[in-house]
Every structure is written in C-alpha cells, then in structure tokens.
C-alpha cells in the first residue's frame, strides 16, 4: 500500500544519503535531505523532517533569494507546526512568505502555502488578527488550486478557527457554512470538526442566528 511505498523509499533514500554523505556537502545531498525530509513529513515523522530540512537549508541559504529556500523554509515551518512548535514555526513562515513573494511569479499557489503556514502558527500563538491576515491571503492565492487540492479548504478552516477566537462569530459562522457544502466535494478538513465548530458558533450567536442562517439556504 502507500504507506509501504514511502516507508521503502524512505529506506532507499537513507542509502543513498549515507553514500553520498561520506564525500563534502553538496547540492545532491541537499536534494536527497529534502527528498527524505518530504517522505518523513507525509509519514508524519515531523521531527525527523524537521531536522532534514534544515540540513537541506543550511546548505542553500547562502544562495539567497531562491525557489529552493523558500520551499524549504516553507516546509521548516510546517514540521514545527505539525509538532505544535509555533514559537518556531513563526519566523520561519515569515521568512518563506517574504522569500516567496520575491522568486515565484505573482499567484502562484507556493505563494499562498507559505500563508497557509503563517497563519496556523500566528494562530497558535493566540495572534488572531495577524493570522485571519495571513490566512484571507492563504485563501485567496489557493482557492483557484480547489478542488483538485485541498489546502485552501484547510487554509479557510484554520481562518474561520481565528475569527471565532477573534469574537467575529457571525464570519466564523459563514465561513463553517460554506466548508460543510465544499467538504463534500472531496477530501480536507474533519467534517464531525467542522460541523462541532459550526453548531457551537451557532449557539455562541443566539437561536436567532441560526434560524436566519436555516432561512437563507
């Protein structure tokens, strides 16, 4: 199955960076730690994706301003995300949106990942205002990339989480409103969360709301 087929691929690229890894650092081995780091990341082995991606960029940052760093940097702070570390994660995120902006051509979605990732970690900080920021430009740049990918449903969870720990309940509730009808056209966030965040939002805001949200469907 999958999982197989990336923990054999994870064994393969192990091999071929401890082959490579006895002669100086290069940009194959950079290649192949973000190779593994990205199987690890898929694997959920955060920690260990982490550590690779880091090496991969400690090879490249001095090249500047590239596609290459923001991609890594990206990804460094995603894994810190993923491991709740968004003390971590924050600057790295901030450095990928910047460098993004600079190398990748204007609306292109790796523009609106680095956001995506800003913004989880401005929210797990408690920085809700800077997160709904950084997660309306995640959804923006990633709604065109929906349905066939799926991070701008995430990108729009994330965003109705922060604008009902913000107190705006009314565009939290719109926001829950429109991924329960999206959810259904394929893969992405919990629905049971999604919909558990949906009716508490609802009941935040009075049977009132509700009835007028019921009436305009």
């Known amino acids: 199955d999958e999982a197989e087929d990336k923990q054999s691929a994870r064994t393969l690229y192990q091999a071929v960076l401890r082959f490579w890894s006895v002669g100086p650092a290069s940009d194959t081995i950079s290649n192949v730690e973000t190779d593994l780091a990205l199987i690890d990341e898929d694997l959920g082995l955060n920690e260990e994706a982490n550590e690779y991606f880091r090496k991969a960029f400690a090879f490249t940052e001095g090249w500047g301003k590239t596609q290459y760093n923001a991609f890594r940097l990206w990804h460094i702070g995603t894994t810190y995300n993923n491991l709740s570390n968004y003390n971590e994660a924050e600057p790295y995120c901030r450095r990928a949106v910047e460098m993004a902006a600079q190398t990748y051509p204007k609306g292109s979605p790796s523009n609106g990942y680095p956001f995506l990732e800003l913004g989880r970690a401005q929210s797990g900080l408690g920085k ?90």
């Open 128 to 217: 809700h205002a800077e997160a709904i920021a950084s997660l309306e430009n995640a959804t923006r740049i990633l709604k065109p990339t929906w349905p066939e990918y799926n991070d701008y449903l995430f990108a729009k969870y994330y965003l109705a989480n922060s604008q009902a720990a913000s107190g705006h309940l009314q565009k939290a509730r719109d926001l829950y409103a429109d991924l329960l009808q999206e959810r259904k056209q394929g893969p992405g966030p919990d629905l049971e969360l999604i919909e558990k965040s949906y009716q508490s939002t609802l009941k935040k805001l009075g049977n009132g709301a509700a009835h007028t949200l019921k009436t305009k469907s």
